[in-house]
C-alpha cells in the first residue's frame, strides 16, 4: 500500500512538471493514470490540461461529472473561460487589448469626452473625476498613468487645465453640456433616484448621440431597475460606437443575461474578457453562466448543452460560431450585423425620447453603481425576466412612430456609427482662433506647452525662464517648488495634438520661427554668449558656479541649440568685457534643488571682440577665432629648442613646489600635459602652456596679454622671463 501511495506521489509530480513545461496532454494522461485514487481535485486539474490542450469534448465531460457530484463551482472554470476568450482573440488577430478609437479630446481612462481636464506632470490628461476613483481604487498601491505609469500625485492635487477647459466649453458647447447633465446624472443615481438620473441622461444623448459613454451609462441605470430590453439597446448602441470597448460589451451582455439569453450574454462577456483579460466581472459572470448551464438541475440542460458543445470547440471553429455575427473584414464595424438592429431602434429622436420617463411603477432599483465602475455587483446569473412595463410601451411607440425603416434613415444611422465618437473632427480649422492656444508670457501660440501643477500652461522655454527668478506660477503665484528643483517638465501632448490638427498653418510658421532662432543662437561668430569672471585657457579645465538668472538662461540656450559653447572673458570698467577671451565648451551640468547649478567647462578657441552686444540680460560679441602663426626650417628648428628648454624649466619649477601646494593644483587643473609631437599642431599651441598660465600666481591682467599672442615664441619667451622672475623671488 506504501508503494502505491508513493507510485501516487511520484505520478502526480510528473504531471504537474509536464504541466510547468506546457505539456498539457502529457499531463492530462497522467492524471488520467490515476484514476483509481481521483479525487475531485485531479478530476479539475485533468479538465484544465484538456482545455489547454485543445480536448475540449473530453474536458466538458470531465466538467460534466464534477457537476454532478455537486462539486463544480464558478471559479472553477476560470481555465476555461479564460482559453475561450482567448480562442476569440486570436481568431479576429486582435492584439492585447485592442485599443478603442478615441476622439482627439478623448480621457485617456473612460475614452469618453474630457470632463474637467487634468493635466499631469507626465503630460497625459484625464478627466479629474477619473483619477479621483482611480485613487480611490487603488488605494493599496500608488497609482499610475495609464500610458507612461508615472505615480499620480496625491489625491486633493489634481487641478483643471484652464486652457483645454476652456476649449472645451468654447468649441464643444454641445458637448459640454452633455457631459455635465452626465455628471448631474452619476451623482443621482448615487442617491438612488434612478428615475431623475435616466431625466439627465436622455437629455445629454439627445446632445451628444455619438457618445458611447452615455449610452453605456444609460444601460447601467436600466440595468438596476430590470429594464433588460432598453438596456440591451443602450448597449448595442455603445458597442457599435466603439467596438472595441470593454465596457460596452459588458453592459449589452448583463441586458441579454437578464432576457434570459445566456448564450448570447457568454458571448458578449467571452468578447469583453478578450479585450480586458482584468475584467473580474465579466470573468465571474461567464463562469457562472457555464456553470449553471452544466449543472443537472438545469431545466434547459439538454437544450443548451450542444451549443455549449460548439462554444468549446477547437480554436479552427471558434471564429465561425462564436463570432458567426461578426464582420471581421472591417475592424470599424466588426460588430455592425449584431447590433444593426438595436442601433437602428437606439437613433431615432432622442430629444423626444428623453421626455417619455415619466413613469414612477417600475421595480426598486438595484444597488446604485458610479458611471466608470467597472462592474455591477450582485447582479444574479439567472435574472428573472421583467414584467411587461407601461414604460417600455410607451417608449417603443415613440420609436414606432419615428422607425428609421426607410433606406435613408439606415444609412445615416450607419454613418454616425462610422464617424468618429466626438465632435472635434466636426469644427473646421478656420473657425479655432490662434489666440485660444497663446502663451500667456511671450503671446505666441504654443511651442512645447508646459501645464504646471496649478493648471496654468506656458511655453517651455517662458516657463523655464519665470523659474530662473522665482519658483512661482507666473499667473497664479502658486509656489511650485518642485519644478525649479527637478527642471524635469513634460510638453502637454494634447494641447501639441489640438494645434497640429486646428492650427496646422500657424504651427508650420511657430515652428519656423524657433528654427530661425536657435539658428541664431547657433552661430559661433556673431552674438556670441560671453560669462563674464574669469580667465579662461585652451584645453584647461574651467568649473563653474551659475546662479544669476541670465547665465540660468544663456547655459541652458548653449545646451538647447547643441553647441554647448559660450565666450568667457574679463570685466572690463569701460566696455564691459575685454576684447580678448576664450571659447568655454560644457562638459556637464549639475542642477542643485534651488535653481542653482554647477557646470564643467573645458576651453577651447581664442578669439578677439570685434563688437560688444548685449541679449536678454547676458552680454554678447560678435566675435573672430585667434590662431598662432605657423614657421618652417630653420625658424622651426629654433622653436623646437627653445620649446623643449621652457617646458624643462616649466617641470622643475612646478616640481619644486610644495607637496600640499601641487595637490591643490593636481585636485583642480589636472596633471601637467606632456610635450606635444607636433608643436604647431594645435591653433593655438602647446597644451602645457596654457596649463602652466593657468597655475601660475599672476594676475589676471598679466595673463590676458598671451591670449592676444599668434606667435608661440614670443609666448614661450614670455613663460621664460616670468618662471626665471618666480624661481628668484617667490617663496615655493
Known amino acids: 500500500m506504501a508503494s502505491e501511495g508513493s507510485g501516487v506521489e511520484v505520478m502526480l509530480e510528473l504531471a504537474a512538471e509536464a504541466f510547468r513545461a506546457r505539456n498539457f496532454q502529457l499531463a492530462a494522461e497522467i492524471y488520467h493514470q490515476c484514476q483509481p485514487e481521483e479525487t475531485e481535485e485531479l478530476r479539475l486539474k485533468r479538465a484544465h490540461c484538456l482545455v489547454l490542450g485543445e480536448r475540449l469534448s473530453e474536458a ?49 481612462k473612460c475614452t469618453g469626452t474630457l470632463f474637467e481636464p487634468v493635466t499631469l506632470r507626465c503630460g497625459h490628461s484625464y478627466c479629474k473625476n477619473c483619477l479621483e476613483k482611480e485613487r480611490e481604487r487603488t488605494t493599496a498601491s500608488s497609482p499610475s498613468c495609464k500610458l507612461c505609469k508615472e505615480k499620480l500625485p496625491a ?35 448615487k442617491k438612488n433616484k434612478p428615475l431623475a438620473a435616466l431625466e439627465r441622461y436622455h437629455e445629454a444623448i439627445a446632445l451628444a448621440p455619438k457618445d458611447h459613454l452615455l449610452w453605456s451609462n444609460r444601460a447601467q441605470i436600466y440595468v438596476s431597475m430590470n429594464c433588460f430590453e432598453d438596456a440591451l439597446c443602450d448597449g448595442s448602441a455603445a458597442c457599435s460606437i466603439q467596438p472595441f470597448w470593454p465596457k460596452g460589451h459588458l453592459r449589452k451582455a448583463q441586458a441579454l443575461a437578464g432576457l434570459q439569453k445566456m448564450d448570447k450574454a457568454l458571448k458578449e462577456y467571452l ?65 455592425e450585423n449584431s447590433c444593426k438592429v438595436n442601433v437602428d431602434k437606439a437613433c431615432v429622436d432622442t430629444k423626444q425620447e428623453w421626455k417619455a420617463h415619466s413613469y414612477c411603477n417600475l421595480a426598486k432599483p438595484a444597488q446604485v453603481m458610479s458611471d466608470n ?59 479655432v482662433d490662434a489666440f485660444d492656444l497663446e502663451c500667456s508670457l511671450c503671446m505666441r501660440l504654443y511651442y512645447e506647452p508646459i501645464t504646471t501643477p496649478c493648471g496654468h500652461t506656458f511655453c517651455l522655454k517662458c516657463i523655464e525662464r519665470c523659474m530662473d527668478h522665482s519658483p512661482k506660477c507666473p499667473l497664479c503665484k502658486e509656489v511650485l517648488p518642485e519644478y525649479q528643483a527637478l527642471r524635469k517638465y513634460n510638453r502637454t501632448v494634447l494641447i501639441e495634438e489640438l494645434i497640429a ?55 541652458r540656450r548653449c545646451m538647447e541649440t547643441g553647441n554647448k559653447q559660450f565666450g568667457m572673458c574679463l570685466s572690463d570698467p569701460v566696455k564691459g568685457f575685454a576684447d580678448y577671451g576664450c571659447m568655454l565648451e560644457v562638459r556637464s551640468v549639475e542642477l542643485f534643488p534651488d535653481g542653482r547649478s554647477v557646470v564643467d567647462t573645458i576651453g577651447r578657441r581664442r578669439f578677439k571682440v570685434l563688437r560688444h552686444n548685449e541679449k536678454d540680460g547676458y552680454s554678447c560679441a560678435d566675435i573672430e577665432y585667434i590662431e598662432d602663426e605657423k614657421v618652417e626650417g630653420e625658424n622651426y628648428a629654433e622653436l623646437v629648442r627653445l620649446h623643449d628648454l621652457v617646458y624643462d624649466q616649466a617641470y622643475m619649477w612646478f616640481s619644486s ?36 598660465l593657468a597655475v601660475l600666481p599672476l594676475e589676471s591682467r598679466a595673463q590676458l596679454p598671451f591670449l592676444a599672442m599668434t606667435m608661440l615664441q614670443e609666448r614661450l619667451n614670455v613663460i621664460r622671463r616670468v618662471l626665471l622672475f618666480m624661481s628668484r623671488n617667490c617663496p615655493r
Not at 501 to 529: C, F, G, Q, T
Request: hydrophobic share 35%; net charge positive; with cysteine.
Open 373 to 431: 465602475e467597472d462592474t455591477l455587483k450582485n447582479l444574479p446569473t439567472e435574472p428573472t425576466r421583467p414584467e411587461k412595463k407601461n414604460i417600455l410601451k410607451t417608449k417603443h411607440n415613440i420609436m414606432k412612430e419615428d422607425k428609421p425603416g426607410t433606406t435613408d434613415s439606415y444609412n445615416k444611422c450607419k454613418r454616425a456609427r462610422t464617424q468618429s465618437p466626438s465632435r472635434e473632427h466636426d469644427v473646421l480649422p478656420k473657425l
Open 501 to 555: 490638427h486646428y492650427l496646422p498653418e500657424e504651427l508650420a510658421e511657430r515652428n519656423k520661427v524657433n528654427d530661425e532662432e536657435i539658428a541664431e543662437l547657433s552661430n559661433l561668430n556673431k552674438d556670441v554668449p560671453i560669462f563674464i569672471c574669469t580667465m579662461a585657457y585652451p584645453t584647461v579645465p574651467c568649473p563653474l558656479h551659475i546662479f544669476e538668472p541670465r547665465y540660468r538662461l544663456m547655459i
Open 60 to 108: 466538458l465531460e470531465e466538467y460534466q461529472l464534477l457537476s454532478q457530484k455537486g462539486r463544480l463551482r464558478a471559479e472553477h472554470l476560470e481555465v476555461l473561460v479564460g482559453y475561450l476568450a482567448d480562442s476569440i482573440k486570436g481568431s479576429e488577430g486582435w492584439a492585447e487589448g485592442e485599443p478603442p478609437s478615441k476622439g482627439l479630446l478623448s480621457c485617456l
Open 271 to 335: 468578447i469583453c474578457i478578450a479585450l480586458d483579460s482584468e475584467n473580474k466581472t465579466a470573468k465571474m459572470e461567464a463562469q457562472k453562466i457555464l456553470c449553471d448551464l452544466l449543472s443537472p438541475i438545469a431545466d434547459n440542460m439538454l437544450q443548451r448543452l450542444p451549443d455549449i458543445m460548439q462554444l468549446m470547440s477547437p480554436r479552427s471553429r471558434i471564429k465561425g460560431i462564436v463570432l458567426n455575427s461578426l464582420n471581421s473584414r472591417n475592424s470599424s464595424n466588426v460588430f
Open 657 to 692: 613646489l610644495k607637496q600640499i601646494l601641487k595637490t591643490r593644483i593636481l585636485s583642480h587643473f589636472g596633471p601637467m600635459p606632456k610635450k606635444d609631437a607636433d608643436i604647431q599642431a594645435s591653433p593655438n599651441g602647446p597644451g602645457w602652456c596654457w596649463w602652466l
Open 155 to 189: 489625491a486633493g492635487a489634481y487641478r483643471i487645465n484652464v486652457v483645454l477647459n476652456s476649449f472645451l466649453g468654447k468649441y464643444f458647447p454641445t458637448e459640454t453640456r452633455a457631459l455635465t447633465l452626465r455628471h448631474e446624472g452619476n451623482v443621482l443615481y
